[in-house]
Every structure is written in structure tokens, then in C-alpha cells.
């Protein structure tokens, strides 16, 4: 059974950082991991990516030079360090890894396994 297990949300007071991690288990054929987030006013976003295979990296625009996705030491495990975080960073994030290539980063249509999702909250 393929799991995604996220860990590392919490609240921050604004400017401050957080640290996201996500694990993949179950599965060996992941070829990109992402993190995507969601509020009840807004739809889903992606907001980083990092194919596992060469390790090029994608950010939303209003994420970029604040957060940094990387892999971790585990082929199927990311991490994404956010900083300089801001009240409108606050949302649900989501872990997620797809198994096919050159398909938009920022669809969930993209991604094939998702996690249970962690709160972020910036007050």
C-alpha cells in the first residue's frame, strides 16, 4: 500500500520559519514529489516540486526565495523549509508524488499519491 506521511506543521507568528517533511512509502516509481496547499477560500495550489531524478526544482511565484524544497537523505522523502512566512501562507499542505514525467507541476491531475495534509498557521 503507497503512503505519503507528512509531518512538521504547526503555528508561527509571521517572519517566522517552518520545516515540512514527507515520506513515501510503499512505492518505487515516484518520479517527482510535490507540495501543493489548500484554504476553504481557495482551490488547491501547487507550491514546490522537485523531480526525484536529477533534482530540478519548481516554485510558485509567491513562494519563491522564501521556501526551499529538497530531497532528503531516502530517495522518496522531500522536505520543504519555509521562511520569512507570512499570514497568507496559512493553509492546509498537502504532500504528493506522481510516477509520470512532463506533465504540469501545478495540476493535482499530475500526482498519482497524496498525503493526509498538515495545518500550517501564521498569526
Known amino acids: 500500500q503507497v503512503q505519503l506521511v507528512e509531518s512538521g506543521g504547526g503555528s508561527v507568528q509571521p517572519v517566522g520559519s517552518l520545516r515540512l517533511s514527507c515520506s513515501l512509502i510503499?512505492?518505487?516509481?515516484?518520479?517527482?514529489m510535490g507540495w501543493f496547499r489548500e484554504t476553504d477560500e481557495k482551490e488547491r495550489e501547487g507550491v514546490a516540486a522537485?523531480?526525484?531524478?536529477?533534482?530540478?526544482?519548481f516554485y510558485a511565484d509567491s513562494v519563491k526565495g522564501r521556501f526551499t524544497i529538497s530531497q532528503g537523505i531516502a530517495k522518496n522523502m522531500v522536505h520543504l523549509q519555509m521562511n520569512t512566512l507570512k499570514l497568507e501562507d496559512s493553509a492546509v499542505y498537502y504532500c504528493?508524488?506522481?510516477?509520470?514525467?512532463?506533465?504540469?507541476?501545478?495540476?493535482?491531475?499530475?500526482?498519482?499519491?497524496w498525503g493526509q495534509g498538515t495545518q500550517v498557521t501564521v498569526s
Open positions: 504528493a508524488a506522481g510516477t509520470r514525467y512532463w506533465l504540469p507541476l501545478t495540476d493535482t491531475s499530475s500526482f498519482d499519491y
Open positions: 510503499g512505492s518505487t516509481n515516484a518520479v517527482v
Open positions: 522537485l523531480w526525484i531524478s536529477g533534482g530540478s526544482t
